[in-house]
């Protein structure tokens, strides 16, 4: 069973938030590289690695992050959804932040998730990752919410963080699914919203509606789903992916390809890719997993237990890797 430390259950969760800012500041944990904007590329997604008993590996989470940087990431992106941030809770959350910061030591720029719960509850992730120097925030709103609450969350978050700003724009159960009108309000008249993160279905039309209809307010249109658009987004104009990290120099290879106008080398490494695509469709979430088999973390269990995966499947996803060796960059 988890426990938490005496202080912090003595404080409240607003104190809580002051007291590890605090900390961040006194230790002289400097503000992030904010002259690296504008961003582009790939923002791969650590996962959360979980020991068998459940708790957080801050070990393995380390190695993760420089796996990250040695598959050539251009950027990280810690907690969202393929981090599991829902099974973390803020004390953990508030931790495993400032060990990615501390740990990147300025690699790369850092993009931090502050959902919250109430537009109050974000305000204070956005803070504090001011406070350990990221360079970017990430938010995913609460479902359900009219225009006007999500105004206010998105301009909590800016006023709390004055780090510029991605809108996660996600289908429900899981998010909820915005016109791209009201994002290009939110960049037009919210300081620091500045860019978007699109992964409704369909991504691609989004991503077109949101850059035709921009005026200049919006710096950038990152995909997500894992890259499995990434060829269509990229022909739209998009200015990134943020996939979750377990083939992260394979998505960058792909997107190095595009960058360069190779559509031939583009189009063979999506094909490489397409088995893991389904795979992944099939066993949503199975990043942890490829990561134990490459041997970056220690345990693939998710927080609430293995993967639903048999002998089939495991042997197939052995064998999906095996072929994508020859993309990979990072070997054990």
Not at 97 to 118: F, K, M, W, Y
Not at 122 to 145: E, K, Q, S, T, Y
Not at 295 to 321: F, Q, T
């Amino acid at each position: 069973m988890r426990t938490i430390p005496n202080e912090i259950r003595r404080s409240s969760r607003r104190g809580f938030f002051q007291s590890v800012a605090g900390a961040a500041a006194a230790s002289g944990v400097a503000a992030g590289a904010r002259s690296k904007e504008p961003f582009r590329g790939v923002f791969t997604i650590p996962s959360t690695p979980f020991r068998q008993d459940g708790e957080i590996d801050i070990p393995s989470f380390r190695r993760l992050v420089d796996f990250c940087v040695a598959c050539g990431a251009h950027g990280l992106v810690f907690p969202v959804n393929a981090s599991e941030w829902t099974a973390l809770s803020d004390e953990e959350r508030i931790k495993l932040d400032q060990v990615l910061v501390e740990h990147n030591a300025g690699r790369l720029p850092v993009v931090i998730g502050v959902n919250g719960s109430t537009p109050e509850n974000a305000a204070r992730f956005a803070a504090h990752a001011r406070g350990i120097g990221a360079d970017a925030v990430i938010a995913m709103p609460p479902r359900d919410l009219s225009p006007t609450v999500i105004f206010n969350y998105y301009r909590k978050i800016s006023e709390a963080g004055r780090l510029p700003v991605f809108i996660q724009d996600h289908d429900a159960p899981v998010g909820t699914n915005m016109p791209a009108e009201l994002m290009l309000k939110l960049c037009r008249e919210i300081e620091h919203v500045k860019y978007v993160k699109e992964e409704t279905s369909p991504s691609t039309l989004k991503t077109t509606a949101i850059l035709k209809g921009d005026t200049g307010v919006c710096r950038g249109v990152f995909g997500g789903a894992g890259g499995r658009y990434l060829i269509e987004e990229h022909r739209r104009g998009s200015s990134g992916q943020m996939p979750g990290c377990h083939v992260t120099d394979i998505v960058v290879a792909l997107w190095n390809a595009l960058e360069k106008g190779d559509k031939v080398r583009a189009t063979h490494i999506y094909k490489e890719m397409a088995p893991l695509f389904f795979f992944e469709t099939q066993l949503s979430g199975c990043y942890k997993e490829v990561l134990y088999r490459r041997g970056v973390i220690a345990c693939p269990l998710k927080r609430n237990g293995a993967m639903p995966m048999d002998d089939v499947a495991s042997r197939y996803l052995d064998e999906i890797l095996k072929d994508l060796e020859p993309l990979m960059t990072w070997k054990k």
